[in-house]
């Protein structure tokens, strides 16, 4: 009936895919995008900044619908002294707000920056799924190619504690784009997973055998039980004796360790310690 139709086609658009191309001026992100439609439907100009707001592009991505968000680069105006770096974050934070995944676009050649940086933990912190896109890969001479990756992958986690999945392109050749949006939707169906309690505590068993935290004034640090408390992000409560005095780094390696062993490159796991509710405590 139709109003089964109806139904349908609601319960899609809500989890339609909502994925941010976000960039410097200039690494491409139009041309990508150009590259994505096979038709020129946006406007490519060498010149910076030429995209001036955020652009919303319907993509059929092999029968599947995709929402695309161009975000334009900020452009550096002439004379005018000012904050560049938190001008393009915070255009750029518009747009991730309202994505699921965030494509974070380098141009290779100018390689990964502190606002590229910023961008990652914008997104990161905002639950949201992440992938790098080294774009203009034509251009890097073959002896640079690893180590340039080596470099980004380097800095994403020392700086960002995340792997994320880092994909070579060229927008201009048509090289890869559609792996890309494949990535894409490998990180949102991971964004959404959900984890048994038996599963995570089995894990959670291995994780504290493998590497257990140090003493607190000899006093032992217990995990006791973790579950899943949330998706898209990932989140989890771990009920623990003393919450308070758990290592920042010791967090850290339990995020990444539930990370790896139960969701894709890209996906920001939260981790919230709670001490366990023992009614009889005083
Ligand atoms: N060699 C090479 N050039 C590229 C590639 N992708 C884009 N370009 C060129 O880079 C320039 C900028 O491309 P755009 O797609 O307009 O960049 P943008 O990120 O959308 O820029 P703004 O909208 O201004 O932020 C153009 O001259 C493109 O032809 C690529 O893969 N290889
Ligand atoms: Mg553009």
């Known amino acids: 009936s139709v109003k089964h139709w109806d139904d349908n086609k609601s319960s899609n658009e809500s989890i339609r895919l909502r994925i941010a191309i976000i960039g410097r001026p200039n690494v491409g992100k139009s041309t990508f995008l150009n590259s994505l439609l096979a038709e020129n439907r946006l406007i490519v100009s060498?010149?910076?900044?030429?995209?001036?707001?955020?652009?919303?592009?319907?993509?059929?991505?092999?029968?599947?619908?995709?929402?695309?968000?161009?975000t334009?680069?900020?452009?550096?105006?002439?004379?005018?002294?000012?904050?560049?770096?938190?001008?393009?974050?915070?255009?750029?934070?518009?747009?991730?707000?309202?994505?699921?995944?965030?494509?974070?676009?380098?141009?290779?050649?100018?390689?990964?920056?502190?606002?590229?940086?910023?961008?990652?933990?914008?997104?990161?912190?905002?639950?949201?799924?992440?992938?790098?896109?080294?774009?203009?890969?034509?251009?890097?001479?073959?002896d640079d190619r690893s180590k340039l990756i080596k470099f980004v992958k380097?800095?994403?986690v020392t700086r960002l504690f995340l792997e994320v999945p880092t994909v070579t392109i060229s927008a201009l050749k048509g090289m890869r784009c559609g792996d890309v949006i494949d990535k894409c939707l490998e990180v949102s169906e991971s964004l959404n997973k959900k984890i048994s309690t038996a599963k995570l505590n089995n894990w959670l068993i291995d994780a504290v055998e493998k590497h257990s935290h140090p003493l607190i004034k000899g006093r032992a640090i217990k995990m006791k039980y973790i579950a899943q408390i949330?998706?898209?992000?990932?989140?989890?409560?771990?009920?623990?004796?003393?919450?308070?005095?758990?290592?920042?780094?010791?967090?850290?390696?339990?995020?990444?360790?539930?990370?790896?062993?139960?969701?894709?490159?890209?996906?920001?796991?939260?981790?919230?310690?709670k001490k366990n509710k023992n009614p009889y405590a005083k």
Not at 48 to 63: C, E, F, L, Q
């Open 230 to 273: 949330g998706t898209k992000p990932p989140a989890f409560s771990l009920v623990c004796n003393v919450p308070e005095s758990v290592d920042e780094s010791y967090k850290r390696y339990l995020i990444n360790d539930l990370r790896k062993n139960f969701f894709a490159e890209g996906v920001p796991v939260r981790l919230l310690l």
């Open 46 to 70: 060498s010149k910076p900044g030429t995209t001036r707001d955020s652009v919303d592009i319907s993509y059929d991505h092999n029968g599947k619908l995709i929402t695309l968000i161009d």
């Open 154 to 156: 380097q800095q994403e």
């Open 72 to 142: 334009a680069g900020i452009r550096r105006k002439a004379n005018v002294v000012d904050n560049l770096e938190s001008r393009f974050v915070e255009k750029s934070i518009e747009s991730i707000k309202r994505s699921h995944v965030v494509i974070l676009m380098l141009d290779s050649l100018l390689g990964i920056e502190q606002q590229d940086l910023s961008i990652a933990e914008a997104a990161i912190k905002g639950g949201k799924g992440i992938i790098i896109v080294l774009n203009k890969w034509d251009l890097i001479g073959k």
